[in-house]
C-alpha cells in the first residue's frame, strides 16, 4: 500500500514505460483489492465471535458501528478540498466538488461492511449471512462490466455518483470494489481455521494460484459477450483473478508464518495497525485538509522526480516514519491518556475552527 502511492507520487515517469514496470503495476493491483478482501475477513471473525460470546445470539456491537462511522467520516475527510465550508458552499468548483464526493477504499469497506452487519442482523445467523455475501459478491462481479459501460451515473446526484462510476472518475467505486469485501467475509471462517490448519493453508494457496492463472485465459473465449472480453475492464475474470492473488497471499503468509518468530512480529503489528498506516501515510504522501503532501513541496519538485532507489528509500523511510509515530501515539495513550486525549481533542478543534470560520 505504501509502495503503490509512494511509486505512484514520486517515481519519474521515464520509468513507467516498460515491461518491467507493467508487471510490478500489475502486482500494485492487488492492494485495494487485498485491503478490502482483508477487511471483510477482519469483520466475518468479529461477528462470529461476539456471536459466540452471545451465547449463539447474534448481535452486532455498539463499537463496531460506531468504527465503521468514523472510518467513512475519516474517507470523507481525507479528501476535503478546501479549509473552508464558506468556499465549498459559495463558490462551488466542479473538480472541488469532484473530489469531495469521490469514492474511496475507505468509504466503501464503510459502507459495504455495514451492508454485511446488517445481514448478520436480518438473517440472524453469521453462517447464512457469509453465503449471502458469496452470492452477492459473484452477482457484483458479475454486474461489474456492465455498470463500467453504462451511461446512467450522468443523471445521478454527484454524492451518489462515483460511487457507481468506473475508475477513473471515481478512485475506488461500489464496482468492483465492494465485491472483495463480499468475497472476504464470505471466506472468513475458512480463513480463521487456515492460521491452525495446513490443508486449509495449501487448499487457499492451490486456490489462489488456479484463479490467477486461469481467470486471463479465460478472456479469449468471450469475445463475442462484450464487455466481458475486455479483461481489464474490468471483467468478471478481472474480479476473481484479483481474489485469486489475495487467497494465494493470505495461504502463502499462513504457510510460511510457522517459520517465523512466535513473538509478536513488525508485520503483525503493522496488520492490527493497517488503518492508521494508512491514513498517516496519505496525508503525509498526498495532503489532507491540515496538511501539504511531499508531493507538492517546494512547487512539486519531488512530484514524479525520482528514481527507482531513491523512491525505494522513500518508502522505507516512509514505514519507518508512521511506525514511530503510532508507537508513539500509542505509548502516549497508554502512559499519558488525559495528554493524548486533549492532543486530539486539539487538532479535531483546530480543523473545524478553520474549517468553520475560514472565509
Known amino acids: 500500500m505504501v509502495a503503490t502511492h509512494v511509486t505512484d507520487a514520486f517515481l519519474t515517469g521515464g520509468w513507467k514505460q516498460n515491461e518491467v514496470w507493467y508487471q510490478i503495476n500489475i502486482l500494485f493491483g492487488f492492494v485495494a483489492p487485498a485491503f478490502a478482501l482483508l477487511s471483510g475477513v477482519t469483520l466475518g471473525i468479529t461477528l462470529a465471535r461476539h456471536a459466540h460470546d452471545a451465547g449463539g445470539r447474534v448481535r452486532v456491537p455498539?463499537?463496531?458501528?460506531?468504527?465503521?462511522?468514523?472510518?467513512?467520516?475519516?474517507?470523507?475527510?481525507?479528501?476535503?478540498?478546501?479549509?473552508?465550508?464558506?468556499?465549498?458552499?459559495?463558490?462551488?468548483?466542479?473538480f472541488e466538488l469532484a473530489r469531495m464526493f469521490d469514492a474511496n477504499i475507505l468509504q466503501i469497506i464503510a459502507l459495504v461492511s455495514m451492508g454485511l452487519a446488517g445481514l448478520v442482523i436480518l438473517f440472524r445467523s453469521v453462517p447464512a449471512a457469509r453465503l449471502a455475501a458469496l452470492?452477492?459478491?459473484?452477482?457484483?462481479?458479475?454486474?461489474?462490466?456492465?455498470?463500467?459501460?453504462?451511461?446512467?451515473?450522468?443523471?445521478?446526484?454527484?454524492?451518489?455518483?462515483?460511487?457507481?462510476?468506473?475508475?477513473?472518475p471515481a478512485t475506488f467505486g461500489l464496482f468492483p470494489a465492494a465485491?472483495?469485501?463480499?468475497?472476504?467475509?464470505?471466506?472468513?471462517?475458512?480463513?480463521?481455521r487456515a492460521g491452525?490448519?495446513?490443508?486449509?493453508?495449501?487448499?487457499?494457496?492451490?486456490?489462489?494460484?488456479?484463479?490467477?492463472?486461469?481467470?486471463?485465459?479465460?478472456?479469449?473465449?468471450?469475445?463475442?459477450?462484450?464487455?466481458?472480453?475486455?479483461?481489464?475492464?474490468?471483467?468478471?475474470?478481472?474480479?476473481?483473478?484479483?481474489?485469486g492473488g489475495v487467497?494465494?497471499?493470505?495461504?502463502?503468509?499462513?504457510?510460511?508464518?510457522?517459520?517465523?518468530?512466535?513473538?509478536r512480529t513488525w508485520l503483525e503489528w503493522a496488520g492490527s495497525r493497517s488503518l492508521a498506516i494508512y491514513v498517516l501515510h496519505l496525508m503525509v504522501v498526498y495532503g489532507s485538509?491540515?496538511?501539504?503532501?511531499?508531493?507538492?513541496?517546494?512547487?512539486?519538485i519531488l512530484n514524479g522526480a525520482l528514481g527507482p532507489w531513491l523512491v525505494g528509500l522513500f518508502i522505507a523511510a516512509m514505514l519507518a516514519a508512521c511506525t514511530?509515530?503510532?508507537?508513539?501515539?500509542?505509548?502516549?495513550?497508554?502512559?499519558?491518556?488525559a495528554l493524548a486525549l486533549w492532543?486530539?481533542?486539539?487538532?479535531?478543534?483546530?480543523?473545524?475552527?478553520?474549517?468553520?470560520?475560514?472565509?
Not at 210 to 230: A, I, K, Q, R
Open 62 to 94: 455498539r463499537a463496531t458501528w460506531q468504527r465503521l462511522v468514523v472510518v467513512l467520516l475519516l474517507g470523507y475527510w481525507l479528501q476535503v478540498p478546501v479549509l473552508s465550508i464558506r468556499q465549498l458552499i459559495y463558490n462551488q468548483r466542479p
Open 135 to 168: 452470492l452477492l459478491g459473484i452477482a457484483f462481479a458479475a454486474a461489474t462490466p456492465y455498470v463500467w459501460h453504462g451511461s446512467f451515473q450522468a443523471s445521478l446526484p454527484l454524492p451518489v455518483r462515483l460511487y457507481l462510476s468506473p475508475t477513473p
Open 179 to 192: 465485491c472483495y469485501l463480499f468475497f472476504g467475509f464470505a471466506a472468513s471462517g475458512v480463513i480463521a
Open 196 to 243: 491452525t490448519d495446513r490443508r486449509l493453508q495449501w487448499t487457499l494457496v492451490a486456490a489462489g494460484l488456479m484463479l490467477v492463472v486461469l481467470c486471463p485465459l479465460v478472456t479469449p473465449l468471450l469475445e463475442s459477450f462484450p464487455p466481458n472480453n475486455n479483461f481489464w475492464a474490468p471483467s468478471i475474470q478481472y474480479v476473481f483473478f484479483r481474489t
Open 247 to 263: 487467497f494465494l497471499l493470505v495461504g502463502a503468509m499462513f504457510a510460511a508464518a510457522r517459520y517465523l518468530p512466535q513473538h
Open 289 to 300: 485538509p491540515m496538511t501539504m503532501g511531499m508531493r507538492w513541496w517546494f512547487n512539486a
Open 324 to 337: 514511530v509515530a503510532i508507537r508513539f501515539w500509542d505509548r502516549l495513550r497508554t502512559d499519558r491518556p
Open 343 to 359: 492532543g486530539k481533542r486539539l487538532w479535531w478543534a483546530a480543523f473545524w475552527g478553520i474549517f468553520l470560520l475560514n472565509p
